[in-house]
């Protein structure tokens, strides 16, 4: 075999590896044991018993993840920060008319105040009604995250920590360890690059105390079964043990590696493995395992060991009973110490011992203490009860809904404007409403009577005629008038077929339309209070009965108005008066509240006076047609005389 290039040379030919270090094989080369001495062991006893909360949840999962309730709490104030920053920016947007989008983000979050609606500011002497407000939403929300991210955190405590192992130390008899009957098991791995042909010595077991009384020797075979089988890291011996009951205090096992042709008698550390489960229930186990590499826990340095000093583990076995668990019996392995032997940190000195026959093995002693004066019982105890749950869910609701209504009353109380900020947001919402009903309502009256003040674009006045725009036809011959009417007629249908259902009127179109009208009106009147005297003969001409214009009105004695939110006046219904033929009457004036509300017996009356208003325009019509028929005839009366004479 060559000698790795970092290896140290010994008898002439021999090579070994520094202190520390172990021969791999597959890079010919020595390699650094890196591996930490670490111990561990079980943290108890696995009950394998069904969780609910752990089945439903994978709380297994969750644990990973998140390692305490800090996460829990570190999410729930980033949510609940987050939503009041969006909220307070939120806050500086305009309303605008209703149609944008940040007032319906804010109406909505108005809508959310389901905790505080009842508990806004009041004057005194006011009646406690629901107002629900955009503070109100905003607090109430992030009280609901603050209770569900502590409520989150109460789950994990209750989950993880629901129970409480309970240890209670009592002093034994023999028929007590007689009962402990278990089966053991223990791995020593010598980390080296030996096999088991370099073991010597092993078949004895010693009992008892060195130089007592109780002191006693016998077969290893006695105890239980070994063996040694190679592994990467070196020979390991298993030692197995079935229904073990009769445990002296104090065991001990030793065995030694000597040197071998081209295998010299060196170790970096060790490794080990004791396990302990009982018979009848195998599932039930405890165990401790670790590593072992240095010499002492303060000096990290890497060593071989080497020589006739021994190096003994020490292993305590405590006795145990799981009340939880069916009365269990369970001894539990403990690692107690660990005394190194002869051992070498320096190149040199390992180099010397390795050309000294003297100090060719390794001194290995297992000492097991069995500690058989005491005996722990062991008892699941629940610290979390149903009442104690609803007393935590409970004051966790309390907290979450009180900080926050402390902070709706303090900003309530010095900021005067979040007062009344539910009712700027249901004006504004109300206004919209009642803008879109208003535009159903003018669609359906042009649509019905193709009302050309009602259009959108008031600038073309030429086509056709509107519902307040009279225009008295030019008479130029005998039928002038009924070509008039019938082209009036023409237009007014190509007006009707015209309509879009989807436009808006603005208000600065529909005052100039209202304008236009009432200008119209009064350049008119006075050629339509000449003719009020021959209504019934056109009427009876055409064979059309006059309408009463009560059959469509409605009896009302309660308030008339209507609301529209860009005109500043009310339609009030009225009895148009007939006595003056020469005047025409202007529209029925308009009168508009904020607070009030679009009903059917208010359409019923405006339709009324809207219509009552259209049958006097109608009255002056016919008026203003009989006489202009009249001063007609009158002046082709004389011409026909002149003629007659002549």
């Known amino acids: 075999m060559g000698c790795p290039s970092n290896g140290i040379r010994y008898n002439g030919s021999l090579c070994a590896c520094p202190p520390g270090q172990l021969y791999n094989s597959t890079s010919k080369s020595c390699v650094l044991f890196g591996e930490r001495s670490l111990i561990s062991t079980d943290a108890g006893i696995d009950y394998y018993g069904v969780s609910f909360p752990e089945t439903l949840f994978a709380y297994d999962s969750i644990k990973k993840f998140s390692q305490s309730q800090a996460v829990f709490l570190e999410a729930t104030l980033v949510m609940l920060l987050s939503w009041l920053v969006c909220c307070f920016f939120l806050r500086f947007t305009k309303l ?27 004057d005194d002497q006011k009646v406690v009604m629901k107002r629900k407000t955009e503070l109100g939403g905003t607090f109430s929300i992030a009280s609901w995250m603050l209770f569900i991210g502590l409520f989150a955190a109460l789950l994990y405590q209750i989950i993880s920590k629901r129970t409480i192992e309970v240890h209670n130390v009592r002093a034994t008899n023999a028929p007590d360890l007689a009962s402990f009957i278990n089966d053991l098991e223990f791995n020593i791995t010598t980390v080296s690059s030996m096999t088991c042909l370099n073991l010597r010595g092993l078949g004895t077991l010693v009992t008892g105390t060195p130089g ?31 229904n073990c009951h009769r445990i002296n205090d104090y065991t001990y096992i030793s065995w030694q590696f000597v040197d071998i042709p081209n295998n010299p008698a060196i170790a970096v550390g060790f490794r080990f493995n004791v396990t302990a489960k009982t018979n009848a229930r195998k599932k039930h186990l405890s165990f401790v395992s670790g590593t072992l590499k240095n010499a002492s826990t303060s000096d990290d340095r890497p060593v071989t060991f080497r020589g006739k000093d021994a190096n003994i583990l020490k292993f305590n076995l405590f006795p145990r009973l799981y009340h939880s668990l069916n009365d269990l019996r369970l001894l539990q392995p403990l690692f107690h110490e660990f005394l190194p032997g002869s051992f070498f940190r320096e190149t040199s000195t390992l180099q010397a011992s390795l050309q000294s026959s003297n100090d060719g093995l390794i001194n290995t002693t297992l000492l097991i203490n069995y500690l058989s004066a005491y005996v722990v019982e062991i008892e699941n105890r629940s610290i979390i009860g149903p009442v104690s749950f609803v007393a935590d869910l409970g004051g966790l ?8 209504f402390y902070l709706l009353v303090q900003c309530e109380y010095r900021i005067k404007k979040l007062r009344t900020e539910d009712s700027i947001l249901r004006a504004i919402k109300n206004r919209r409403k009642a803008q879109d009903r208003w535009d159903k309502l003018r669609k359906y009256v042009t649509y019905t009577w193709g009302c050309k003040t009602l259009h959108d674009d008031y600038n073309n006045a030429k086509d056709g005629s509107a519902c307040c725009n009279l225009r008295v036809p030019s008479l130029h011959h005998n039928g002038s008038l009924r070509k008039s009417v019938s082209s009036q007629k023409g237009r007014q249908r190509s007006s009707l077929d015209s309509i879009s259902f989807n436009k808006k009127v603005t208000s600065s179109s529909e005052k100039r339309a209202t304008r236009e009208g009432t200008h119209t009106l009064d350049e008119e009147s006075v050629v339509a209070g000449t003719t009020s005297n021959t209504e019934g ?28 939110p860009d005109v500043g006046v009310a339609i009030k219904p009225q009895a148009f008066s007939h006595g003056d033929d020469y005047i025409i009457p202007p529209p029925p004036p308009l009168v508009l509240k904020d607070d009030s509300e679009i009903e059917m017996s208010d359409i019923q009356k405006n339709f009324h006076s809207l219509y009552d208003y259209n049958m006097t325009l109608r009255d002056k019509l016919v008026a203003t047609q009989s006489s202009l028929r009249a001063l007609a005839a009158m002046s082709t009366s004389p011409v026909s005389e002149s003629q007659t004479q002549t």
């Open 96 to 122: 605008g008319d209703g149609r944008t989008i940040w007032f319906r983000l804010r109406w909505w979050i108005s809508r959310l105040d389901i905790c505080y609606a009842t508990r806004h500011w009041l």
């Open 212 to 242: 007592s009384v109780d002191f006693r020797t016998a077969p290893l075979s006695n105890f239980a079964n070994y063996a040694c089988h190679n592994t990467s890291f070196g020979p390991t011996l298993s030692f197995k043990c079935s």
């Open 397 to 404: 609701y309390c907290f979450s809904i009180g900080i926050f």
């Open 537 to 564: 003969r056109l009427s009876n001409s055409r064979g059309e009965p006059k309408q009463n214009p009560e059959m469509l009105g409605v009896a009302n004695t309660g308030k008339k108005h209507f609301h529209h």
